[in-house]
């Protein structure tokens, strides 16, 4: 097969200095930071569906992103063909992973059968690509969203077929995913919530979303599936209310269905921010709980108030993701995926690496910084102080318990007023991280 980016050779490492928008000029993988490569950090994924299933379409206009090897078919050579496609490109950027759903691979038949069918002869061609490659499967993941069939949700259906048909579908990804050796494997309900609660029965409804966890749970135990499970949260968007609306919804949720032991979250920027919470805030939660497991990078437009997929280019942002992940100890199993879109203007094959580059770089740029400012302390210094009253005395009690309301209240009457509040030095704590960016 004749290359598709036979003017692309392999993105290098060019350092700061250099002016070559097809290199890197902080993305350095085999870089050491806090003792371990960049690579091994950042484990950076392009996706499937948007990469080589994007076309560039919206409500207002056709696609105009029209790829020269693909020839518009719905066929399974097709689907093979961009599949080698997709190696190419990952390999020549330098992405040591890939994720994909179900449907982006491989087209959708007119019986379950027939779809396992094209997934598995799509699935004969990544595995091959992935050994000639060494480019790993970092999630797998179905697509129970863009058949009309589930127009009501697929776990969170009103009708019990969808619902088999559902569980069918990520039985076989499951396998799939297996088989490909995924590391990972993502649930993102996208219409597992509701429109409208007057024909909703949320108590149900929920209940059958926790069944069909356990479900996945008790079959990739069956089939020796030992990839971890993650759970993308997102709050709106196709649905008006997602059950699995921001990261203390899910903890939640998994919680009360005793399903916390099986998973982790997959957090996505532009779905934080549509919940109304920084990227930064859905980290920290998921991280102090145990459950920070992997994150789909992108941003969104603060004018815009959907789902954008636009690629990350802020520092400020990168730098608090990365920040973030290295105080909670990383990602591993999961990484750094992009979950991005270029935009339908931009529409030339190459825009596809500029885009990679870019928030290859942006990350590799806010991992670099995290790592200086942690290694100075300053702030862990600062944050220390603030909390200091607890190191001793009646804050130490408080914090192991050996206080109550009746302890306290002595302590306070006989003092008679709280000790003087310190500065919060937000603006301080602002100018400093400007130091390091
Ligand atoms: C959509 C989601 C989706 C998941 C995978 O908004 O981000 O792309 O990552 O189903
Ligand atoms: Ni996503
Ligand atoms: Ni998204």
Redesign the pocket.
């Given at each position: 097969m004749p290359q598709a980016f036979p003017e692309i050779q392999k993105i290098k490492y060019e350092g700061p200095q250099s002016k070559n928008p097809l290199a890197f000029r902080w993305y350095n993988e085999n870089e050491t930071v806090e003792g371990k490569s960049m690579k091994e950090h950042l484990r950076f994924a392009v996706?499937y569906w948007h990469t080589f299933r994007g076309t560039g379409s919206d409500p207002f206009g056709a696609a105009t992103m029209v790829r020269p090897w693909d020839d518009g078919s719905n066929s399974v050579e097709n689907a093979q063909r961009r599949a080698r496609v997709a190696f190419e490109f990952c390999e020549k950027l330098g992405a040591p992973f890939y994720a994909f759903h179900d449907r982006d691979v491989a087209p959708e038949g007119s019986t379950l059968a027939e779809s396992n069918k094209n997934l598995d002869a799509v699935v004969r061609v990544l595995k091959e690509e992935q050994q000639r490659t060494g480019i790993k499967l970092l999630w797998g993941t179905a697509n129970l969203f863009s058949n009309p069939r589930f127009m009501h949700g697929a776990a969170t259906t009103c009708n019990a077929d969808v619902f088999a048909f559902a569980a069918a579908q990520v039985k076989k990804c499951l396998e799939v995913t297996k088989e490909l050796g995924g590391v990972n494997y993502?649930f993102?309900g996208g219409r597992e919530g509701y429109q409208n609660l007057l024909n909703t029965n949320m108590k149900r409804e929920l209940d059958h979303l926790a069944r069909f966890f356990h479900m996945a749970v008790a079959y990739a135990k069956e089939i020796g599936f030992s990839g971890q499970f993650l759970i993308?949260p997102?709050p709106k968007e196709p649905t008006k209310h997602q059950y699995d609306s921001d990261a203390a919804a899910c903890l939640n949720f998994l919680r009360a269905y005793e399903l916390l032991p099986y998973f982790k979250l997959?957090i996505?920027t532009?779905?934080a921010t549509l919940a109304g919470h920084t990227m930064q805030h859905e980290l920290e939660y998921a991280g102090m709980q145990g459950a920070l497991g992997s994150i789909?990078a992108?941003t969104g437009d603060l004018l815009l108030g959907w789902?954008t997929?636009q690629f990350p280019t802020n520092i400020y942002l990168t730098t608090e993701i990365m920040w973030t992940i290295l105080k909670w100890g990383g990602l591993a199993p999961g990484g750094v995926?992009f979950?991005a879109k270029v935009r339908r203007e931009s529409f030339e094959p190459i825009d596809l690496f500029h885009a990679h580059i870019g928030g290859m770089d942006a990350f590799a740029r806010g991992l670099k910084i995290a790592a200086t400012i942690r290694a100075e302390g300053e702030f862990d210094r600062l944050l220390k102080q603030r909390y200091s009253s607890f190191d001793g005395g009646i804050g130490a009690d408080i914090e192991s318990g050996k206080a109550d309301f009746k302890k306290l209240e002595a302590y306070i009457l006989a003092k008679g007023e709280a000790a003087p509040n310190q500065s919060g030095r937000q603006e301080m704590l602002e100018h400093l991280l400007n130091r390091y960016i």
């Amino acid at each position: 097969m004749p290359q598709a980016f036979p003017e692309i050779q392999k993105i290098k490492y060019e350092g700061p200095q250099s002016k070559n928008p097809l290199a890197f000029r902080w993305y350095n993988e085999n870089e050491t930071v806090e003792g371990k490569s960049m690579k091994e950090h950042l484990r950076f994924a392009v996706v499937y569906w948007h990469t080589f299933r994007g076309t560039g379409s919206d409500p207002f206009g056709a696609a105009t992103m029209v790829r020269p090897w693909d020839d518009g078919s719905n066929s399974v050579e097709n689907a093979q063909r961009r599949a080698r496609v997709a190696f190419e490109f990952c390999e020549k950027l330098g992405a040591p992973f890939y994720a994909f759903h179900d449907r982006d691979v491989a087209p959708e038949g007119s019986t379950l059968a027939e779809s396992n069918k094209n997934l598995d002869a799509v699935v004969r061609v990544l595995k091959e690509e992935q050994q000639r490659t060494g480019i790993k499967l970092l999630w797998g993941t179905a697509n129970l969203f863009s058949n009309p069939r589930f127009m009501h949700g697929a776990a969170t259906t009103c009708n019990a077929d969808v619902f088999a048909f559902a569980a069918a579908q990520v039985k076989k990804c499951l396998e799939v995913t297996k088989e490909l050796g995924g590391v990972n494997y993502v649930f993102w309900g996208g219409r597992e919530g509701y429109q409208n609660l007057l024909n909703t029965n949320m108590k149900r409804e929920l209940d059958h979303l926790a069944r069909f966890f356990h479900m996945a749970v008790a079959y990739a135990k069956e089939i020796g599936f030992s990839g971890q499970f993650l759970i993308e949260p997102k709050p709106k968007e196709p649905t008006k209310h997602q059950y699995d609306s921001d990261a203390a919804a899910c903890l939640n949720f998994l919680r009360a269905y005793e399903l916390l032991p099986y998973f982790k979250l997959n957090i996505e920027t532009n779905h934080a921010t549509l919940a109304g919470h920084t990227m930064q805030h859905e980290l920290e939660y998921a991280g102090m709980q145990g459950a920070l497991g992997s994150i789909d990078a992108n941003t969104g437009d603060l004018l815009l108030g959907w789902d954008t997929d636009q690629f990350p280019t802020n520092i400020y942002l990168t730098t608090e993701i990365m920040w973030t992940i290295l105080k909670w100890g990383g990602l591993a199993p999961g990484g750094v995926n992009f979950d991005a879109k270029v935009r339908r203007e931009s529409f030339e094959p190459i825009d596809l690496f500029h885009a990679h580059i870019g928030g290859m770089d942006a990350f590799a740029r806010g991992l670099k910084i995290a790592a200086t400012i942690r290694a100075e302390g300053e702030f862990d210094r600062l944050l220390k102080q603030r909390y200091s009253s607890f190191d001793g005395g009646i804050g130490a009690d408080i914090e192991s318990g050996k206080a109550d309301f009746k302890k306290l209240e002595a302590y306070i009457l006989a003092k008679g007023e709280a000790a003087p509040n310190q500065s919060g030095r937000q603006e301080m704590l602002e100018h400093l991280l400007n130091r390091y960016i």
